[in-house]
């Protein structure tokens, strides 16, 4: 079994990675009134529960109005 030691370089952009794309995700369901499906309630908690990554793409695949 690795030590944490040894997975902080891959880890440290991933949990980056995954903080920016939740605080655009959140910032764009707070801003826009439409969804392709769903209420901005439904993408909130999707978002927020499915915070590691999954919950994001989701919106951004199926919840994202297109401009």
Same mark, same amino acid.
């Given at each position: 079994?690795?030590?944490? =030691?040894?997975?902080?370089?891959?880890?440290?952009? #991933?949990?980056? *990675?995954?903080? &920016?794309?939740?605080?655009?995700?959140?910032?764009?369901?707070?801003?826009? =009134?439409?969804?392709?499906?769903?209420?901005?309630? #439904?993408?909130? *908690?999707?978002? &927020?529960?499915?915070?590691?990554?999954?919950?994001?793409?989701?919106?951004?695949?199926?919840?994202?109005?297109?401009?």
């Amino acid at each position: 079994m690795p030590d944490v =030691k040894e997975l902080l370089p891959i880890l440290i952009p #991933l949990i980056i *990675v995954q903080f &920016i794309l939740l605080g655009y995700v959140m910032h764009h369901i707070f801003t826009h =009134k439409t969804y392709k499906r769903g209420s901005r309630a #439904l993408w909130v *908690v999707v978002c &927020i529960i499915g915070m590691e990554f999954i919950g994001p793409v989701i919106y951004l695949l199926l919840g994202k109005e297109d401009a």
